[in-house]
């Protein structure tokens, strides 16, 4: 991601904005549920969430490692360096459970993220007061005004005081996170954590016990699209659609992962 003070809308395919959310459908509801609540865990029993460090890493070496599996398809040729770049940063899970109360409880305000981001990228991270690009293989997008962007979190927390949208809210955290960008760095890291704690409070997960990256960067051109036409539209169902998908191959590759 670039923040520019040249910013221009010439340098993006479109910007994104986050429209209000909404419940799923019964379909898509239905599908979620049914895939949340079969997903195999790092380890069942009272060892779950210590087993669960480096889950991100171990998926990503069952995809790029010496005997790679062939699990699911992919939309990009990107996805592999991408995976790859996770042996070089911090494990996502042991910031996921310094911070675990407050990510599952949805318990944060603009400074905790601050330092969740700065954990996750290990330099102090700030919010972002520029315009932001970013860049991509089909063209680069807006993020949402630095204006806008700073009240994601409040956005946030008051789609989860209302009971109607509990089900929505690990697809709505990433979308909002993702498309907002608060920070100069870390965004995804930093959306990809918030979906795992709404994750969390729809399964009853103690931890952070599955691995996501691999599965969003092996569809990165489709979520990229779905964002796209979210913005356009504001019709949520086809987002709905990438993200149960992304869904499912968290599930598929946390299958391979327990029978190795």
């Keep these: 991601m670039s923040n520019r003070s040249d910013f221009s809308s010439d340098l993006w395919r479109c910007r ?5 959310p909404r419940p799923l459908s019964q379909r898509h509801g239905d599908m979620l549920t049914e895939i949340v609540a079969t997903m195999p865990r790092a380890r069942p029993g009272g060892r779950e969430v210590l087993d669960a460090v480096g889950v991100e890493l ?9 005997d790679p599996i062939a699990e699911g398809e ?3 040729d990107y996805w592999d360096k991408k995976c790859r770049l996770l042996f070089l940063r911090p494990a996502i899970e042991p910031v996921a459970i310094s911070y675990w109360p407050r990510l599952a409880g949805m318990d944060l305000d603009v ?3 601050q330092k969740i981001v700065s954990a996750l990228t290990t330099q102090a991270q700030v919010v972002r007061t520029r315009e932001g690009v ?3 293989a089909s063209g680069n997008v807006g993020f949402e005004p630095p204006d806008r962007a700073r009240e994601w979190l409040d956005r946030l927390k008051e789609a989860q005081a209302k009971p109607e949208l509990a089900s929505v809210m690990p697809a709505y955290v990433f979308a909002s996170t993702i498309m907002a960008h608060p ?5 995804g890291r930093l959306a990809r954590l918030l979906t795992l704690g709404a994750l969390a409070r729809l399964a009853g997960w103690d931890g952070p016990i599955v691995g996501l990256a691999p599965s969003f960067y092996r569809r990165a051109e489709s979520m990229g ?3 796209d036409e979210l913005t356009f539209t504001g019709n949520w169902d086809r987002y709905f659609e990438v993200f149960i998908d992304i869904m499912a191959d ?7 992962l327990a029978g190795r």
């Design 58 to 66: 171990k998926l990503s070496m069952l995809l790029v490692g010496p």
């Design 111 to 113: 400074e905790r993220a």
């Design 134 to 136: 970013g860049r991509s």
């Design 250 to 256: 968290v599930k598929s590759l946390m299958t391979a």
């Design 74 to 76: 992919v939309d990009n």
């Design 183 to 187: 920070f100069a760095d870390g965004n």
């Design 225 to 227: 699209a779905a964002l």
């Design 16 to 20: 994104w904005t986050c429209p209000e």
